[in-house]
């Protein structure tokens, strides 16, 4: 098992997103991506969901990217509010790792972190220890 710190880099490659810091919440089942709109489409005559990523410490650099719409479910959030939110599957890269995950989308503006992985993402491959920061390095620039 990969020990891994409350808060590490991770990129989404498939995305096509550059590196950011994720916060590693094993209280949280589901991932979690911060988006600043989303938006279905329909593409051969199945549902997609495109979405708009600003990065960087200023959020500056805007991403568009598009995946295909897994499900939609409901989330309780940590302050107790429910909402419905599309999940898509990606590729997670995280302590150097490639994981297949699943990930809703989200405004996460208001947060700290991006990205939250949460403990679907991490099961049977990582442990995380909470006192511990950055165990790994940054990947290559994205």
Known sequence: MIELGWR?????PDLGLPRMRAKIDTGARTSALHV????????????????????GRKRIRTVEAAAPLVDEREVVDSGGHRGLRPFLRTTLWLAGQARPVEINLTDRGSMLFPLLVGR??????????????????????A
């Open 8 to 12: 590490e880099w991770a990129v989404l």
């Open 36 to 55: 600043d709109a989303h938006w279905r489409f329909v593409e051969a005559g199945a549902p997609w969901v495109g979405f708009r990523v600003s990065s």
């Open 120 to 141: 679907s993402a991490l099961g049977g491959a990582f442990t995380v220890d909470p006192a511990r920061s950055f165990l790994h390095p940054r990947p290559v620039r």
